[in-house]
């Protein structure tokens, strides 16, 4: 339980102040001192920290809920100062907290409790703990028994006598069982970790009947968090049984009336999937899952969308699945292409051309590249977006270059959205698209777009931009640098911007590792050279900076480094005769 804090010294005066802080009025300074408790503590003592400040602290909880916030996630540290064997005298101020109204305080004091109780010993856990738990679970208060239901898997794991922990399944099953609907759900969320812990008798005997009870609640809000459960659940059934349970549980959740179940469902699919015996798979979530994708709620689908490649490359490795695929799954791909829905399309263009492998070529050729190009032409520039973040899957199986034709009217329209994040990523793209489209259809098709974010109003596009050229220097090598990067970089030097200037040096700087001796003099020092009287003194101070990478950097060596430094080094803003000088030095 340590803290970064503990090891800085506070004069007497900062403690005082914040022993007077934990009693003010204001809210902002109070909550500040309570995240300063172990501190406040340390310089106490243990004895004063026990005899006045956990008293204090118990007695002063108010209702504000970003103090108790506070104050529910700092209690642990006080551990450390009052000692392990001690600690159950931190339960009573966290057991107050756990009956917040507020969620997250009441999540964050329960979470407390557990790390509280680890550190109790055996004779502590059955005297305060799991007392403590049954106060909270049978307490009139609906948010004490969601705080017992967080609760309830610790103080299991904690006993290890078979009555005591009969008895807190029991208590679990009323839980359960809860006329509140947030103690339902508490205890829903609670159930996950339970069938973890308990072996498989009890699981069946006793947790199976509750997931059935939770699966078939009346509130829509409870019976989704059963969802999560089942792919633990399958591991205790019977082997006998698994097939049809797994069915008629998968059957029940997509055929549920509420879509938040059916997303619920959508969302733990692979899970399920994976708990599921592999030969049963098609027979009984294929169905299910195909259904999920063409569901009348768009969230459904988008969810059920984003899962098409996990759920078909977990289906069973083996000539099969190619023509499961393509006859029971790219029929829905084709018609979520369509979907009205923009989060849809956007979703399926994450994914659909991962299956290509799956697939093979002549599939992928015949079944989803039309798709795969429709999306391309997406009216949305994220759809658009995602569909080129995935060129590289596509490459790898059919390649790029027959698809140049459909890609350079989606990267024209993605190079010039008014989104600067749009912009960014189209350009991280740069070195696939050069090394597939190759020079020629590169250079003339694309290179326009390069210069225009060269000068594009956000530096992190231009930067990008900058580091994406210098990796296709090393696709098209020194050639390409002198006959088209130069011209270019030229053109950009004598710019009345002064941005576009300094982007130039910042250009000259990535491309100097990837260049050679001979481009470096004949081609880029020249540029370098030509702004060293640039009236600007960030330019000049970017010259020195370019020419220290020219030295340390490369085996390009004249007297005109020499002589251009030299002159930046008698210049009169201070800054540039420092860079200046810093880089004469390593001459």
Same mark, same amino acid.
Request: no cysteine.
């Given at each position: 339980m340590s803290d970064k804090k503990k090891v800085q010294r506070f004069p007497v005066e900062e403690i005082t102040r914040l022993i007077q802080t934990l009693s003010s009025a204001d809210i902002e300074p109070r909550v500040s001192a309570i995240r300063d408790i172990d501190i406040i503590a340390e310089h106490i003592g243990p004895q004063r920290t026990i005899d006045e400040l956990i008293p204090y602290l118990l007695e002063t909880i108010d209702d504000e809920d970003e103090a108790m916030d506070a104050l529910a996630e700092r209690v642990p540290f006080l551990l450390c100062i009052i000692g392990n064997d001690r600690a159950h005298l931190l339960l009573p101020i966290l057991e107050q907290l756990s009956a917040s109204e507020e969620a997250t305080v009441r999540a964050k004091a329960t979470k407390s409790i557990r790390k509280v109780v680890s550190s109790m010993s055996d004779e502590g856990i059955y005297q305060e703990f799991l007392p403590l738990v049954e106060r909270l679970s049978t307490a009139p208060g609906f948010s004490l028994r969601s705080s017992a239901c967080a609760l309830i898997p610790k103080c299991y794991r904690s006993v290890e006598e078979v009555e005591s922990r009969a008895a807190i399944v029991e208590r679990f099953e009323e839980l359960c069982r809860d006329p509140s609907a947030m103690v339902r759900r508490a205890a829903a969320t609670a159930l996950k970790t339970m /069938?973890?812990?308990?072996? !498989?008798?009890?699981?069946?005997?006793? &947790?199976? #009947?509750?997931?059935?009870?939770?699966? !078939?609640?009346?509130?829509?809000?409870?019976?989704? &968090?059963?969802?999560? /459960? &089942? #792919?633990? &659940?399958?591991?205790?059934? !019977?082997?006998?049984?698994?097939?049809?349970?797994?069915?008629?549980?998968?059957?029940?959740?997509?055929?549920? #009336?509420?879509?938040?179940?059916?997303?619920?469902?959508?969302?733990?699919?692979?899970?399920?999937?994976?708990?599921?015996? #592999?030969?049963?798979?098609?027979?009984?979530?294929?169905?299910?899952?195909?259904?999920?994708?063409?569901?009348?709620?768009?969230?459904v689908r988008r969810c059920a969308a984003g899962k098409i490649y996990d759920f078909c490359a977990l289906l069973p490795d083996n000539d099969e699945r190619m023509f499961i695929i393509v006859d029971s799954i790219i029929p829905f791909v084709q018609k979520l292409a369509e979907d009205a829905s923009t989060e849809v399309r956007a979703a399926l263009a994450n994914v659909i051309m991962r299956l290509s492998p799956l697939i093979g070529a002549k599939q992928t050729n015949e079944t989803l590249l039309p798709s795969f190009l429709k999306l391309l032409r997406d009216d949305d520039s994220q759809v658009r977006l995602n569909v080129i973040s995935r060129l590289n899957d596509v490459n790898k199986v059919v390649g790029l270059k027959h698809l140049s034709k459909a890609l350079l009217p989606a990267i024209e329209t993605l190079a010039q959205n008014p989104k600067w994040r749009v912009r960014l990523a189209i350009v991280e793209f740069l070195p696939v698209l050069a090394d597939q489209l190759g020079a020629e259809f590169f250079t003339g098709k694309l290179l326009e777009f390069c210069h225009a974010w060269l000068k594009d109003s956000v530096y992190a596009v231009r930067i990008s931009t900058i580091e994406n050229l210098s990796k296709i220097v090393k696709v098209f090598g020194q050639n390409w640098v002198q006959e088209v990067l130069v011209p270019m970089l030229q053109e950009l030097s004598t710019s009345e911007a002064f941005v576009h200037r300094l982007t130039v040096l910042f250009a000259v700087n990535a491309l100097i590792p990837v260049c050679s001796t001979a481009n470096i003099e004949k081609s880029l020092f020249p540029i370098v050279s030509q702004l060293q009287d640039d009236p600007i003194p960030n330019i000049r101070i970017n010259v020195a900076k370019t020419l220290n990478t020219v030295i340390t950097a490369s085996k390009f060596r004249s007297g005109r480094i020499d002589s251009v430094l030299k002159k930046l080094k008698s210049d009169a803003d201070p800054d540039v005769k420092f860079f200046a000088s810093q880089a004469l030095s390593f001459l």
């Open positions: /069938v973890e812990m308990v072996d !498989k008798v009890t699981s069946r005997r006793r &947790l199976h #009947p509750l997931y059935m009870h939770i699966a !078939k609640d009346d509130q829509d809000s409870v019976r989704l &968090l059963s969802v999560p /459960v &089942l #792919p633990e &659940l399958l591991s205790t059934v !019977k082997q006998a049984d698994v097939i049809d349970f797994s069915q008629q549980q998968v059957e029940a959740f997509v055929g549920d #009336p509420s879509w938040r179940v059916r997303y619920m469902l959508a969302d733990n699919v692979v899970a399920i999937q994976r708990a599921m015996v #592999p030969d049963s798979v098609v027979a009984t979530l294929l169905p299910a899952f195909v259904t999920m994708l063409e569901d009348g709620e768009a969230e």
